[in-house]
């Protein structure tokens, strides 16, 4: 039988949504508010999701303190309270830090310690209204 068990995790952070190889302009056409060169800020909601079989020996799919303590190390050590674009690789190398971007790297750190056989989607809301879903595809 398989299930899925859910995380729910929160941090706040700032970003400018900004592509350098752009002119302002068109910076600010695409980008809007969001482009301000003084950064803006988002109380992100971050849903990290496991699916698996369920353990016969335990009922788990997995420990959700597990999963909690590697959100906590991976995610929100590197992300809370920080400016993504000037603290957070890989945005400080030039990736823009939109919500896509995000999820994917959040995706992308807490992957690698999950057993191959489980699957795993990122949910992050970036406001209430918007939020973005990655699995790995």
Same mark, same amino acid.
């Given at each position: 039988?398989?299930?899925?068990?859910?995380?729910?995790?929160?941090?706040?952070?700032?970003?400018?949504?900004?592509?350098?190889?752009?002119?302002?302009?068109?910076?600010?056409?695409?980008?809007?508010?969001?482009?301000?060169?003084? /950064?803006?800020?988002?109380?992100?909601?971050? *849903? #990290?999701? @496991?699916?698996?079989?369920?353990? &016969?020996? !335990?009922?788990? @799919? #997995?420990?959700?303190?597990?999963? &909690?303590?590697? *959100?906590?190390?991976?995610?929100? &050590?590197?992300?809370?309270?920080?400016?993504?674009?000037?603290? #957070?690789?890989?945005?400080?190398?030039?990736?823009?830090?939109?919500?896509?971007? *995000?999820? @994917?790297?959040?995706?992308?750190?807490?992957?690698?310690?999950?057993?191959?056989?489980?699957?795993?989607?990122? !949910?992050? /809301?970036? !406001?209430?209204?918007? /939020?973005?879903? /990655? &699995?790995?595809?």
């Amino acid at each position: 039988m398989k299930a899925t068990v859910s995380r729910k995790a929160h941090f706040n952070a700032a970003h400018r949504l900004h592509n350098a190889a752009w002119d302002e302009e068109r910076n600010n056409a695409v980008f809007g508010q969001c482009n301000n060169p003084h /950064y803006h800020g988002h109380n992100y909601e971050l *849903i #990290v999701s @496991v699916t698996g079989n369920i353990d &016969s020996d !335990t009922g788990y @799919v #997995v420990d959700t303190k597990m999963l &909690s303590d590697l *959100i906590k190390k991976e995610v929100e &050590s590197r992300m809370d309270h920080r400016n993504l674009n000037l603290e #957070v690789a890989p945005f400080t190398e030039g990736m823009i830090p939109s919500a896509e971007n *995000i999820a @994917v790297c959040i995706w992308k750190w807490l992957k690698p310690h999950l057993n191959n056989e489980f699957d795993l989607k990122v !949910t992050l /809301y970036e !406001t209430p209204r918007n /939020y973005v879903e /990655y &699995s790995g595809q």
